[in-house]
């Protein structure tokens, strides 16, 4: 039993030793009507009855967190067709019953400089023309 639990513990409370560093992650953010917008904007306030649900459903959040590493490979190779298409087509899915005729997407990262926080474009998508893809 207490070898079980010795294997057990690891999984359930993991090491901060798991990262090799850490980084801003970025954001995807979308160029609706001439504007840019946060893709899946995180809400201000969660309820603790959606945070206890949260902890043991959430698939929302790790398709985000799916998108964010998909981001991640994107500016480190900006050739990965990979990872264009699955954020290009998360973003359709969302949008897809918005009148929108044309999509761009960027990469923002976040860092703090001082007390101010600064935001860094890496990556912006060409312009695709959605207006017949849509239904």
Excluded at 44 to 64: A, C, I, L
Excluded at 74 to 103: C, F, G, W
């Amino acid at each position: 039993m207490l070898q079980t639990l010795k294997l057990l513990l690891p999984a359930l409370i993991p090491s901060w030793r798991f990262f090799d560093w850490i980084a801003p992650s970025p954001r995807i953010e979308i160029k609706v009507n001439n504007d840019w917008q946060e893709f899946r904007p995180r809400p201000d306030h969660v309820s603790f009855p959606t945070m206890m649900k949260r902890m043991v459903w959430n698939p929302y959040v790790n398709e985000n967190l799916f998108l964010a590493s998909c981001a991640e490979r994107l500016v480190d190779n900006p050739a990965d067709q990979h990872s264009y298409e699955q954020i290009l087509n998360r973003i359709l899915a969302d949008i897809n019953d918005q009148k929108v005729t044309s999509l761009q997407f960027r990469l923002a990262f976040i860092h703090r400089e001082g007390n101010a926080l600064k935001k860094d474009i890496r990556y912006v998508s060409k312009i695709h023309d959605v207006s017949g893809a849509q239904a």
